[in-house]
């Protein structure tokens, strides 16, 4: 079965110091894995994606992940923090496998930003 | 040119009631899905259709039923409303591999905020 925790319900920093947005996942097969970015009253975009290339990923917004297989983490970062990063993040897994396209969404973190 | 697209983007209405929210996407995907986000904005989905094929029902009450008249579109008709169903409600779409063995990344409309009264 699939799962995803992550670890902090809350992060806060202060606008251009490093983002660190942690998550583990648990997957039968090759995960695919998202990070998702919800502002407030707004849809979810797609910051980033791993789907089994460059365990290194960047997304858009500065945004990168780095896929560990050995720490089944994949560990949402950016160098400087922005103002408009304030927002809820989600990171999400599927597994590769033929599952109708199922994501298992974890409880997300909400990323504060402090002038 | 909005990709994804719901209406209403509030629905609010009596305990009871029956009442839909409609789905349309523009870029092609033959993949559609309804998504459930509670008030600790946890993320679940709900149903997935592929070409107008129901691929995943999520033990979703029967109330819930969703309709695909064409691969553009997906609606979602939820009868004698409860409280329990107020939540924000995301449609989204994604493209089944050329293998179709797996699917591309979801994309998500902007959500239909339903309020139970």
């Known amino acids: 079965a699939q799962s995803v925790t992550q670890l902090d319900s809350h992060v806060s920093v202060s606008e251009g110091t490093p983002v660190l947005l942690r998550c583990n996942y648990s997957s039968s097969y090759s995960p695919s894995l998202f990070w998702y970015v919800q502002h407030p009253n707004k849809g979810l975009q797609l910051l980033l994606k791993y789907t089994s290339a460059a365990t290194l990923v960047k997304g858009i917004n500065g945004f990168e992940a780095e896929f560990k297989k050995s720490e089944t983490s994949f560990h949402l970062t950016k160098p400087s923090a922005h103002m408009s990063d304030a927002a809820e993040y989600f990171c999400v897994v599927s597994d590769r496998v033929n599952q109708g396209g199922k994501l298992i969404f974890g409880q997300g973190t909400e990323l504060s930003v402090k002038p | ?117």
């Open chain 2, 1 to 117: 040119d909005t990709a994804v697209s719901q209406t209403p983007k509030y629905l609010v209405t009596q305990m009871g009631n029956d009442k839909s929210i409609k789905c349309e996407q523009n870029l092609g995907h033959d993949t559609m899905y309804w998504y459930k986000q509670d008030s600790k904005k946890f993320l679940k989905i709900m149903f997935s259709y592929n070409n107008k094929e129901l691929i995943i029902n999520e033990t979703v009450p029967n109330r819930f039923s969703p309709k695909s008249p064409d691969k553009a579109h997906l609606n979602l008709h939820i009868n004698s409303l409860e409280l329990g169903d107020s939540a924000v409600y995301f449609c989204a779409s994604s493209r089944r591999t050329s293998g179709g063995s797996s699917y591309n990344e979801q994309f998500f409309g902007p959500g239909t905020r339903l309020t139970v009264l």
